[in-house]
Every structure is written in C-alpha cells, then in structure tokens.
C-alpha cells in the first residue's frame, strides 16, 4: 500500500507522516523528499545552472525509486510536493498497478507563512512559491486541512478510509486525464 500525501511545504506532511507510522498495524517506510533531497551537496545546491540541468534526473529518480520501494512488497508514505504537471504525470506512471491512497494536504497561506517563519528550517517563500501548484490538479482521494484537524484526526482520517475498504481511484483518473492531454 502507498500512501502519498501531497502538498506545500510546512503544510504538515511529515508530521502526519511520522505519526500515521506509529498509529499504522503494519511496517510502513517514510519515503520523503526533503530527506530525499538532503543528499544533494550544498555547493551544487547553489549551482543554479547545473541543478537546471539535473533536476528533472533528480526529480525522476524520486519517483522511481519510491515507487520500486513499493513494489518491492514494502508499504510505503510518500511524503511530497507535486510542483510542477508534469512531475503529477510521472507519479501515476511510476506508481501504475500499485495501490495508492493519494492524499492531499492542505492549509491557508497565511498559516503555512507563519509555520515556515517559526521553523527556521525552511527558506522563506517556498510556500507560497508551491500553493497554487501543488494542488492545481484537484483530485485526490482524501482531502486534509491541517489548520483545522489535529495531526491524530489527519491520521484517524487516513486510517478510517483504508478501513473502510474504499476504492483509491485517484491516480487512476489522473492517469486517464493524462491519457486523454496526450491524445489531443
């Protein structure tokens, strides 16, 4: 199973990630962009040409690799942001055949501004640079508000909708989207 959870940053993702890890029955390895990311040097970080060039290999080399992390038999909590259409388009053919309950994350802006202030950790603008991107698509199977539910109601939530046996048709109607975009 893959539980991929989309949205900006400071939307509070990982955090939902980590605590849906110890609510989950089962093992599920926290697939994470930012840690994905981190093993970049920091001089090439700053090499704005040279990461140009390289990041749609980085970018593709996420997906991929957190897609055969599933299906290798591993359940899997993607935690990520979908900034660009076309990275939406090489999620759902990497994770094609897999289970996915994708979910979005979601805050107001000024709650994200705020979060990414008192982090410290984050640069500055990055939220509002991904909020009207991350979820220009708007289709998922699960929508979450993190201003508004605590992290244990974001992960009850999650947690009732794998329970209830409904079908993740998401991916899948994206898929057919993205089917059809090409076809015209």
């Given at each position: 199973m893959v539980i991929f959870l989309n949205g900006t940053s400071s939307s509070g993702k990982t955090t939902v990630s980590h605590a849906l890890q110890q609510a989950l029955a089962d093992v599920?390895?926290?697939v994470s962009v930012d840690t994905y990311l981190s093993q970049i040097a920091q001089c090439d970080l700053s090499n704005a040409p040279l990461m140009e060039e390289r990041l749609p290999y980085i970018v593709n080399g996420f997906h991929e690799?957190?897609?055969?992390?599933?299906?290798?038999?591993?359940?899997?909590?993607?935690?990520?942001?979908?900034?660009?259409?076309?990275?939406?388009?090489?999620?759902?053919k990497a994770f094609e055949g897999l289970p996915v309950l994708f979910v979005g994350v979601h805050c107001p802006l000024e709650v994200l501004e705020a979060r990414e202030v008192s982090r410290g950790d984050r640069k500055q603008g990055a939220a509002r640079f991904q909020f009207n991107r991350a979820h220009s698509h708007r289709t998922y199977d699960l929508e979450l508000d993190t201003s508004s539910l605590s992290v244990e109601?974001?992960?009850?939530?999650i947690i009732a909708y794998i329970e209830s046996g409904s079908k993740s048709a998401a991916f899948e109607r994206l898929r057919a989207q993205s089917e059809i975009r090409k076809q015209t």
């Open positions: 599920y390895l926290h690799s957190a897609a055969a992390i599933a299906r290798a038999g591993n359940n899997v909590i993607v935690d990520y942001v979908l900034q660009q259409p076309e990275w939406l388009d090489a999620c759902v109601a974001c992960v009850s939530e």
